[in-house]
């Protein structure tokens, strides 16, 4: 269980699936950013989007990280793959829906890495990954409500006030 302090065990086969598969996310993730935020309109969807790209490429060479020091391989970027084109792929409203949606999905993606690991270090890391991605989350949503792009969601009836 340690991590923190003294004799650190090798990470076992859960914590590098975990690490690995988010780690293919997060390099997706930012490739898609990347020609997103190329042909962005509005500045604030480019910033938002910019800072995805940043915190993708943290969570990248922090779960690299973890893999590296016990001499296992991480996955390799594919940023060189995005085109140069400045035309956007869809509109602002769809991007940053879809980046909130993606962000959302890692939030669950880091709970279950940290569920299932048993090493103090790997579970705060996820935990600390959570919570970025959680504050970025709430500022796509933030976007969306300030653009008038956030629609109410089905909710169920309320019985007493018919």
Request: with cysteine.
């Given at each position: 269980m340690n991590g923190f302090f003294?004799?650190?065990?090798?990470?076992?086969?859960?914590?590098?699936?975990?690490?690995?598969?988010?780690?293919?996310?997060?390099?997706?993730?930012?490739?898609?950013?990347?020609?997103?935020?190329?042909?962005?309109?509005?500045?604030?969807?480019?910033?938002?989007?910019?800072?995805?790209?940043h915190i993708n490429q943290k969570?990248?060479?922090?779960?690299?990280?973890?893999?590296?020091?016990?001499?296992?391989?991480?996955?390799?970027?594919?940023?060189?793959?995005?085109?140069?084109?400045?035309?956007?792929?869809?509109?602002?409203?769809?991007?940053?829906?879809?980046?909130?949606?993606?962000?959302?999905?890692?939030?669950?993606?880091?709970?279950?890495?940290?569920?299932?690991?048993?090493?103090?270090?790997?579970?705060?890391?996820?935990?600390?990954?959570?919570?970025?991605?959680?504050?970025y989350v709430e500022d796509g949503?933030?976007?969306?409500?300030?653009?008038?792009?956030?629609?109410?969601?089905?909710?169920?009836?309320?019985?007493?006030?018919?």
């Open positions: 003294g004799e650190v065990r090798p990470l076992h086969g859960l914590e590098i699936a975990h690490l690995t598969g988010n780690i293919h996310n997060d390099i997706t993730s930012k490739a898609l950013i990347i020609g997103f935020s190329q042909g962005a309109r509005l500045e604030k969807v480019r910033k938002f989007l910019e800072r995805g790209k969570h990248i060479d922090s779960f690299s990280d973890k893999l590296n020091k016990d001499n296992l391989p991480s996955p390799s970027l594919i940023d060189h793959l995005v085109t140069a084109s400045t035309v956007p792929p869809y509109s602002d409203k769809l991007m940053v829906f879809h980046k909130v949606d993606m962000f959302s999905m890692k939030v669950r993606e880091y709970a279950n890495g940290a569920s299932l690991n048993g090493r103090r270090d790997v579970g705060a890391l996820f935990a600390k990954c959570q919570m970025d991605v959680a504050l949503a933030n976007i969306m409500i300030e653009q008038g792009w956030m629609e109410r969601p089905p909710e169920a009836v309320d019985r007493d006030k018919l």
